[in-house]
């Protein structure tokens, strides 16, 4: 459940917003230095054109107008060429102005697709512990609304508040340049304007990037209850479910409108502060003409109030400009936070490699074949190779998701190849911890872990991972056909191999009845799909790979009995010549297991198989006779 923040603790965190812009600006550039020096071109000749705009009403009133005013017999063809030329200069802006707007789009898309492959390139180099800390939610929230927030920033804030800061100082110099008096006068208004918009933006930057961090929650939780919903319909818990999205959900109100509210009280500050200097202007200007005062004519005070309301316009651009800003680099910090999270580590040098055998020494081949070996590279140079065989050893294993709490206690179990080795206890028992740190999803703070004999943490993960296949309860299918869900255990898995493996584990039963058989497409999690039939091919997925060293975590706990025989025959097939090790709450699926290990709070308390458990009358007997049940 999303829980609201504090909100003093968030306004406390320290951000760097000049650090992350210098950052996002170095993407921009990344290949687009030939168009980021041509949009700056263009800003250009727009600012230009903008600016003798307002230069030209001098021009037209001093040169033309006054003097035809007086002229008996007036000619308009000097004004008429002026006009025509000044008309040039806008055009010339306009296209400007069109030119570097698409490029800008060119440049946002192009950085915003860098920044999003990035993003998904280090999310999937993430350790396990990230994702189990983190809602799904939130971590989607960065590929939408943190990109999307660096788009508008990109294509649109950025030229802007750049076109806008060169307008402001070709004005201020085309101001200085009739009137030092008038400008001075408009220096000390704009230093006023400025220290209110420094106090409200920045106030409202803190604010921003509350808001972006509550659209994550609240996406989280959204994407939690969808997941659940009908969890929350069977236990009537809408209720409950929608008192707890009001919480988060007012929190998100509350930033936003904080937030919003200073951005949006700083622009009608800045209009009405620019309307009175405008009156100021034209008052003071008119007693300077009129009383003949530094020489000021009409055309100049013109010119002059055109240029203060231009000047205007960058300064409220600049302070719109920077609210999109600081709500952009909220977003760009939370999408930087997330590629600087540390990618999981590995320090192993123990591959996994083919091998043959020749007068009982193994060789490593490159030729792809079902002969693995571990290719052990020594410091003296000298490369030893191990043949892969599963045998797996826990020695004195102690360890704790947070090392302050120890949640498995001197575990030693020994799992020789070919064996099959059962998980029993309650929820919370520690079973699936054994199989995580086989994986090495998490690493243990005592003991060690052999695999044939080596410690695993000097394999590296992709080969230990490479000989290891897994099966959940809960069967993850992707978008794609049939094939490619189980090809997705050996991405060069060849058609043959699929349906083998499709075989082995009886999904071919009922692929052959689906509408395009192999090639029928899955989507949603294979909605269409009944449980037994995904988990039918999570073990073909699993076949196809072909480890020797197969994990079924409860795969058959959510399917019906009838189901679970069929289940049950394909799992068979799959755990034959293997090392495996089952986890599960049916007990009857777990009788011919080698070895029966009862866990109770994360301590091995029983161990045997079937019969010799059952002998002894304990916490096994009880379970198996109906006296204790699991919870």
């Known amino acids: 459940m999303g829980k609201v923040k504090n909100k003093k603790t968030i306004l406390a965190k320290s951000h760097n917003p000049l650090k992350t812009l210098v950052r996002l600006l170095r993407y921009m550039l990344y290949k687009n230095h030939l168009r980021v020096a041509i949009v700056l071109v263009m800003i250009l000749i727009s600012a230009y054109a903008n600016v003798q705009g307002a230069l030209f009403l001098q021009t037209v009133i001093d040169k033309y107008i006054s003097p035809l005013v007086k002229q008996d017999n007036p000619s308009f063809s000097g004004l008429l060429s002026a006009i025509i030329m000044m008309a040039g200069v806008y055009l010339a802006g306009i296209a400007a102005g069109l030119v570097y707007n698409l490029l800008m789009v060119k440049i946002s898309e192009g950085t915003q697709q860098k920044i999003r492959n990035q993003m998904f390139e280090n999310l999937e180099k993430l350790p396990v512990r990230y994702f189990d800390t983190k809602s799904h939610g939130d971590i989607m929230s960065h590929f939408t609304n943190d990109t999307d927030t660096l788009r508008q920033m990109i294509s649109q804030s950025i030229p802007n508040l750049v076109l806008s800061i060169i307008i402001f100082i070709t004005t201020f110099v085309a101001m200085l340049s009739i009137s030092l008096l008038l400008t001075l006068f408009v220096v000390i208004t704009l230093l006023l304007m400025f220290m209110v918009t420094k106090k409200i933006t920045s106030k409202s930057g803190q604010y ?63 209009f009405n502060s620019l309307n009175i200097q405008y009156v100021l202007l034209a008052i003071i200007g008119g007693m300077f003409s009129l009383y003949g005062f530094s ?45 600087d999270e540390k990618p999981e580590s590995d320090d192993g040098f123990v591959t996994q490699v083919n091998v043959s055998e020749k007068d009982g020494k193994l060789i490593e081949v490159n030729e792809a074949n079902d002969n693995w070996a571990w290719k052990y590279p020594h410091h003296d140079g000298k490369v030893t190779y191990t043949k892969l065989t599963g045998d797996i050893k826990f020695e004195n294993v102690n360890f704790g998701y947070n090392p302050d709490h120890i949640v498995l206690h001197n575990i030693n179990l020994y799992a020789k190849p070919g064996q099959k080795i059962a998980l029993v206890g309650a929820t919370g028992a520690g079973k699936t911890t054994i199989t995580n740190l086989l994986n090495r999803f998490y690493d243990i703070q005592d003991g060690k872990i052999l695999y044939d004999g080596i410690d695993i943490k000097k394999i590296k993960k992709d080969s230990l991972r490479h000989s290891l296949g897994i099966v959940l309860q809960d069967t993850n299918l992707f978008t794609g056909t049939v094939e490619d869900n189980i090809r997705f255990g ?48 999570a073990i073909a997925r699993a076949a196809v790979a072909d480890p020797p ?38 007990l009857s699926t777990i009788q011919n297991s080698d070895v029966i290990l009862v866990m109770d709070h994360g301590r091995i308390i029983e161990r045997g198989d079937h019969d010799s458990l059952l002998a002894e009358h304990g916490t096994y007997y009880q379970l198996y006779t109906g006296k204790v049940e699991l919870e």
Do not use: W
């Open 490 to 537: 050996k991405l060069d898995a060849t058609k043959e191999e699929v349906v083998s493996a499709a075989k082995l584990s009886n999904a071919d039963l009922f692929i052959e009845h689906l509408p395009e058989k192999y090639d029928t497409i899955l989507s949603n999690n294979a909605e269409g799909l009944s449980q037994g039939q995904r988990q039918l091919l």
């Open 295 to 339: 020489a000021i004519t009409v055309g100049m005070i013109a010119a002059f109030l055109q240029l203060s309301r231009t000047l205007g316009q960058p300064v409220s651009q600049i302070a719109q400009q920077t609210n999109f800003i600081v709500m952009a680099l909220a977003g760009a910090e939370r999408i930087f936070d997330l590629m």
């Open 208 to 270: 921003f990037s509350e808001q972006q961090k509550d659209i994550g929650e609240v996406n989280g939780f959204i994407e939690e209850m969808i997941h659940g919903q009908k969890v929350i319909k069977v236990f009537n818990h809408e209720e409950s479910a929608i008192s707890d999205f009001d919480q988060i959900n007012d929190q998100l109100q509350k930033s936003s409108t904080e937030a919003n509210v200073l951005a949006n009280t700083l622009m009608p500050v800045m």
């Open 549 to 586: 060293v197969m994990i079924l975590d409860e795969a058959t706990s959510s399917i019906d009995t009838r189901t679970e025989q069929i289940v049950q025959e394909g799992m068979d097939h799959l755990m034959q010549g293997r090392t495996v090790f089952v986890i599960a709450h049916r």
